[in-house]
């Protein structure tokens, strides 16, 4: 797994019962520890908030930024800002263990956390799943109101009553 980046690592140990307040910064060196499967190059300013309490902590995180994104039609990089709110719950239990997508379980002897996975992990649930250079979004969306449209006509229903199987027709009759 090589070496923990210490700068996104918070020792939760020595902090006392209170809401407490962390900025981190990443680029490009961040997504190369920790991921380069979706984004190789980005720049983000990561905010989070720690309220510690007796039996978990809730992080509140906002992450502030602009991913480098290679365009799935065109191939050219663009710069796609990113802007996510997310919040984790980790209790103190007997074993680590992820609960959910939210609530991860903690060992009581932690005396550290780190947050690098989490916040990669957030930066790329905010990278769309089509990624189109900016120049293309217009067409997009002008694509995705044509092909959507649903037309309903009341006129072409009666033709279809008219041209009913008269077996069906008798099945109307027991109604």
């Not at 902090?15 to 983000?44: A, P």
């Not at 044509?146 to 109307?172: F, H, M, T, V």
């Amino acid at each position: 797994m090589g070496k923990v980046l210490k700068a996104y690592r918070i020792n939760i140990a020595s902090l006392t019962n209170k809401v407490h307040h962390f900025d981190f910064e990443g680029g490009s060196e961040f997504f190369r520890q920790y991921g380069t499967d979706l984004i190789q190059e980005g720049s983000f300013t990561i905010s989070v908030d720690l309220n510690k309490q007796e039996t978990f902590l809730e992080a509140d995180f906002k992450i502030e930024g602009a991913a480098k994104l290679i365009c799935d039609r065109s191939l050219e990089s663009f710069d796609h800002p990113i802007k996510t709110h997310q919040k984790m719950v980790f209790k103190y239990g007997e074993q680590d263990e992820e609960l959910t997508d939210e609530i991860v379980v903690i060992n009581r002897e932690t005396v550290s956390l780190d947050l690098g996975q989490y916040i990669y992990e957030f930066i790329a649930l905010a990278v769309p799943m089509k990624k189109l250079h900016p120049r293309f979004r217009d067409e997009e969306s002008d694509e995705g109101e044509a092909e959507g449209k649903i037309i309903y006509s009341s006129a072409d229903e009666n033709k279809e009553d008219e041209n009913i199987d008269p077996r069906w027709e008798q099945l109307k009759k027991l109604k």
